[in-house]
């Protein structure tokens, strides 16, 4: 049986969500620049009195320089206001902020005002009509005060009248005793713009409904026939792409006018079939036209969408983008076009898929023009062919929205009825002239709760109005704005609806009080854990791990989840720069290795603080220190250090437990951290107290034992006035917790050997035992001392379960396992003491808690502990899959991968791909960042999947073993090894059947073959 399996890169653009923008409009503080333009006394450049009249005076005794203005009343100008328009255009969720001074002169009384008011004008000229945004009035002056100061903050900014209009501001005379002037001065206006663009989800599991939402989304699906009845002169309909019926347009003028919603942001969706032919010209003139919604039917105020030859082209302005797809081969295809008015990029779909975008004009677009969408004249004559369901938002739709509406061809809930005939056709809510809208909706009857569910952004305030007849006067807010705190979906109720069918829609207010906070992150690191050694991933396990099976149970179990590597060091360099460690030669660190990331790279701790975040780690490093060699200064400040790759605070082993040098490091500096065990300790495990205090120094502030270190070399470090450690061949049997080989039998400290030699530090050695409290501790007082503003990210890498294993006697024989399974048990406690310290501070609910490993499993690894007979128990550490640590098999990559966030994800198992190298991409998009240029390079977003919303995850995956000499690519179930073996994991789940001689598989693997070494040979898989 032959098999196919497609293999693709999916190449995903993201429009980021942009931080608020504040942006000065007026400035007269700097010596009063404006104020001291013109000539005489009666000209201030660009300020006028009031609206027609004379030119605005300005006047000697100013705050600061020579002049000021003067507003008041007297005879002949009975309320002299001094107005000026700014430059600014009113956009959705502006924030304004004024401060001015002002001094009335002799005669005032305290009672008189100085009024300010900011306003728009229907023609942005003194003989429009005026709609004022905002007002307010200062006074409470005494003679001889002096100027006084007004500062007003976080002025809502305008509604749907003032949108598209520049912002003018104006000053006059409020409440007075007597016909006075008064001067102002030091006059400064700024406003804060969001400009994240609103985003409506449509997931494909969503279950699409239609209600009508003025000015939100319209869908001219052609079924029904008053819907039909809006195509005028469309000779004839035949057989749709959707519906059963579809709009036919042979050559001659015919279109629809749609009321105009495109001021700001739009997505239009429609299918088209061409019949026709259109030019082959390549210019937009030489087009036949499909949409047009412009003024002088093409122009700068305007945009539109022609069939370009055999392609299809989206124009705003004067910037067009065009299809990499052909549209006139006798196929249906659908076309999404889309614009974002502030930042003015622009983008189109064809088939679902992004396949331009760019930026063209920003700003709103003008509010006069209907657009008319059919047969259009354009250059190149009027189109021919048929178009089909065509949806109309007034937001944007994200990228899995498109492609859901492609992918259900008009049926979200895949029932074989059309979502028109499900939710329009005998609905009451169709409403011809205002179209229906896609928002998820329920009522309760039993309760008369009415439920809409809108896809809303974090920090924005919602309202819900009903109105029972649509008409612009009706509308009624129900209950009070909610402001969510991330973006997601929103439930807006309804709890006194009366079993009335109202119509509903959401009004946007404005921004919240405050940015609202992003979610914590705290990344739980086992090492050396395997997939089969959690029982959530293996019934069959030996070792009881009930804390990490009740985050699964809370969280997403990812069952393709995967380290980059299937080794320490290899794997952590990806996961801390979204880079694949063999770019940089990155292997297992020796014990005087180098900071292995250099210290210009971009990592995921620098964007989170980019982001705003706190950053930590606590826990095993393994990725060097210093400059390497002799040149890092243990017994002084060591730089680099983590701190110098963008975390704040610090806690390590300095590479890892079974290297030397076996003393703790926090900060720059090896410290003594010693954990003092309660009485009760082995029954209430963690309960001891930790102290941590720098090494003993003499009066001239030189370290009193010194430390060194040599990867090699017991003599390089056997230095006069240092603690010496016996070299484990020295020792006797009896005196060791276990033998130990293959390399980790040099240095002999704590009754176990390790890799490498050490002197000195004797007093702050570290005791194997109690090393998960100590990292444990630590991590608590991190997150008790975090608070509800500002978010953190913690990186725990626990040490757990690497060798040499020395659980605490609390935890040993609490497996069936040996010391190894004890060390797993003792990891699982972990797990649930950390989830149980966010809970204690009351952060568990916007915190995202993620679990994995570095990679797969090992037993002995060097020493005899004993847990080399674990499989002959009956225990798979590797669960499914064959191989483990170092190898380039399944089970050496592929690991425990768990995501809990109980705000935002919903808990299950997922078979989506996997990699942690894909962190830094798809947090990025989750917080709105954008990774600089040639950072993170072989990082994909997974975010949909992170968040349970999709199920396949990253398009494909790279993994390496140790050194990277062995990379294997996996593209679904498919995984190619270097060196020529391919193997399809769908059927032969422990790789021992090598399908490359397979020739039903030939194409597979000529096309992994390739891909795998452009990859490896490119320089990131990552857009940049």
């Not at 179209?435 to 998820?440: K, L, N, Q, R």
């Not at 626990?798 to 003792?826: K, T």
């Not at 550490?877 to 098999?889: E, N």
Request: hydrophobic share 35%.
């Amino acid at each position: 049986m032959t098999s196919h399996v497609v293999i693709s890169l999916l190449v995903v653009h993201v429009l980021a969500f942009a931080e608020p923008v504040r942006v000065s409009l007026i400035d007269n503080r700097q010596g009063n620049a404006s104020f001291e333009e013109g000539s005489g006394n009666i000209s201030i450049a660009g300020w006028l009195t009031g609206f027609g009249g004379e030119t605005q005076r300005k006047q000697d005794n100013a705050f600061v320089g020579e002049w000021s203005l003067v507003i008041g009343q007297s005879s002949g100008q009975p309320n002299l206001a001094a107005s000026v328009m700014t430059s600014h255009t009113v956009l959705p969720g502006d924030q304004f902020d004024l401060s001015f001074k002002w001094l009335p002169k002799s005669g005032w009384d305290a009672g008189d005002q100085v009024k300010w008011r900011l306003f728009t004008s229907s023609d942005d000229t003194v003989s429009g009509t005026l709609n004022q945004i905002a007002s307010g009035t200062v006074s409470g002056f005494a003679n001889g005060a002096g100027y006084q100061s007004a500062a007003i903050s976080d002025i809502e900014g305008g509604d749907a009248v003032h949108e598209g209009k520049k912002v003018w501001l104006q000053f006059l005379r409020g409440a007075s005793s007597m016909g006075e002037f008064a001067r102002v001065d030091e006059v400064e206006l700024t406003v804060t713009t969001d400009d994240a663009p609103e985003y409506i989800s449509l997931l494909a599991d969503d279950l699409v409904a239609y209600y009508p939402m003025e000015g939100d989304v319209l869908d001219y699906s052609l079924l029904a026939p008053v819907h039909d009845g809006l195509w005028q002169n469309a000779e004839t309909y035949l057989d749709g792409g959707i519906d059963e019926k579809c709009a036919f347009f042979n050559g001659i003028d015919a279109s629809v006018s749609i009321p105009n919603i495109f001021q700001k942001d739009f997505t239009l969706s429609f299918w088209m079939l061409t019949t026709g032919t259109a030019s082959s010209g390549s210019q937009w003139g030489q087009g036949v036209g499909l949409v047009d919604a412009s003024e002088d039917g093409a122009g700068a105020s305007g945009w539109g969408v022609v069939q370009l030859g055999h392609r299809v082209a989206f124009g705003v302005a004067d910037t067009t983008l065009q299809s990499q797809s052909v549209v006139n081969d006798g196929r249906w295809h659908q076309v999404c076009v889309q614009r974002h008015s502030i930042s003015g990029v622009i983008r189109l779909f064809v088939d679902g898929v992004l396949e331009s975008e760019t930026q063209a004009e920003s700003g709103p677009r003008s509010s006069g023009i209907d657009v008319c969408l059919g047969a259009l004249r354009a250059g190149g004559g009027f189109f021919n062919g048929h178009l089909d369901d065509v949806r109309v938002f007034s937001s944007l739709l994200d990228e899995a929205g498109v492609a859901a509406i492609y992918q259900s061809r008009g049926d979200y809930d895949g029932d074989g009825s059309t979502d028109f005939e499900e939710h329009v056709a005998a609905s009451p809510w169709t409403n011809a002239q205002r179209g229906i809208a896609p928002v998820a909706y329920r009522y309760d009857d039993a309760n008369n709760t009415f439920i809409l569910t809108v896809d809303a952004m974090a920090g924005r305030r919602y309202q819900l109005q009903r109105s029972s007849s649509l008409d612009p006067g009706s509308w009624q807010a129900v209950g009070e704005p909610v402001t969510p705190k991330y973006h997601g979906l929103l439930d807006l109720i309804d709890a006194d609806s009366n079993g009335i069918r109202y119509f509903y829609r959401t009004v946007i207010l404005g921004r919240g009080p405050a940015r609202e906070k992003q979610p914590n992150v705290v990344f739980i690191y086992g090492d050396d854990v395997g997939y089969g050694d959690v029982k959530a991933y293996n019934p069959d396990s030996k070792i009881e791990t009930p804390h990490i099976d009740t985050l699964a149970s809370q969280g997403i179990r990812f069952t393709d989840g995967h380290c980059s590597a299937s080794t320490c060091s290899p794997s952590r360099f990806s996961m801390l720069t979204g880079v694949f460690a063999f770019r940089y030669g990155v292997g297992i660190i020796k014990p005087t290795g180098k900071l292995s990331i250099p210290q210009d790279m971009y990592t995921l701790p620098d964007m989170f603080k980019d982001a705003g975040y706190r950053t930590a780690v606590v826990g095993k490093w393994h990725l060097g220190m210093g400059e390497g060699g002799d040149e890092i200064q243990w017994n002084g400040d060591i730089s680099p250090s983590p701190l110098d790759i963008g975390f704040d605070y610090s806690f390590i082993l300095p590479t890892t437990n079974d290297r030397v040098p076996c003393i703790y490091m926090e900060g720059r500096n090896l410290v003594n951290a010693d954990y003092m065990e309660a009485v009760d300790e082995v029954a209430n495990p963690g309960t001891g107290i930790l102290t941590v205090a720098p090494l003993s120094r003499d009066g001239d502030g030189k370290v009193l034992d010194p430390v060194y270190v040599h990867n090699s070399s017991y003599a390089a470090v056997n230095v006069a006035g240092s603690t010496s450690y016996p070299q484990y061949s020295e020792t006797d049997a009896a005196d060791r917790l276990y033998n130990s080989n293959s390399g980790h039998n040099h240095s002999f400290i704590n009754g176990m050997g390790r890799i490498g030699y050490m002197s000195g530090g004797a007093e702050a050695l570290w005791e194997d035992q109690t090393q998960a409290f100590v990292f444990l501790e630590k991590a608590k007082q991190y997150i008790a001392a975090q608070d509800e503003q500002t978010p953190f990210f913690l990186y725990f890498a626990s040490q757990d379960i690497h060798v040499p294993r020395a659980p605490h006697e609390a935890f040993q024989g609490s497996s069936s396992l040996g010391w190894r399974g004890d060390a797993m048990v003792q990891f699982d406690w972990t797990v649930g003491q950390i989830i149980q310290a966010l809970e204690e501070a009351g952060l568990s609910e916007d915190t995202i808690v993620i679990l994995s490993s570095d990679n797969g499993p090992v037993y002995g690894d060097g020493y005899a502990d004993g847990s080399g007979d674990d499989a002959t128990q009956g225990h798979d550490s590797s669960g499914p899959w064959r191989g483990g640590k170092y190898s380039i098999l399944e089970g050496g990559t592929r690991v425990p991968f768990i995501v809990k966030w109980p705000a935002k994800i919903e808990p299950g198992v997922s078979p989506a791909l996997m990699n942690q190298v894909d962190f830094m991409a798809s947090f990025a998009e989750l917080l709105g960042m954008d990774l600089p240029s040639g950072s993170a390079v072989d990082s994909q977003s997974a975010l949909p999947a992170l968040l349970g919303h999709d199920q396949v995850g990253v398009g494909f995956t790279v993994e390496q073993n140790n050194t990277g000499s062995s990379k294997a690519l996996r593209v679904g179930d498919m995984k190619y090894v270097s060196g020529g073996k391919l193997y399809d994991l769908s059927t032969d789940p422990t790789e021992n059947n090598d399908r490359s001689g397979d020739p039903d598989y030939a194409k597979i693997l000529n096309d992994m073959s390739a891909q795998l070494q452009s990859i490896v040979n490119g320089s990131g898989v990552r857009q940049q």
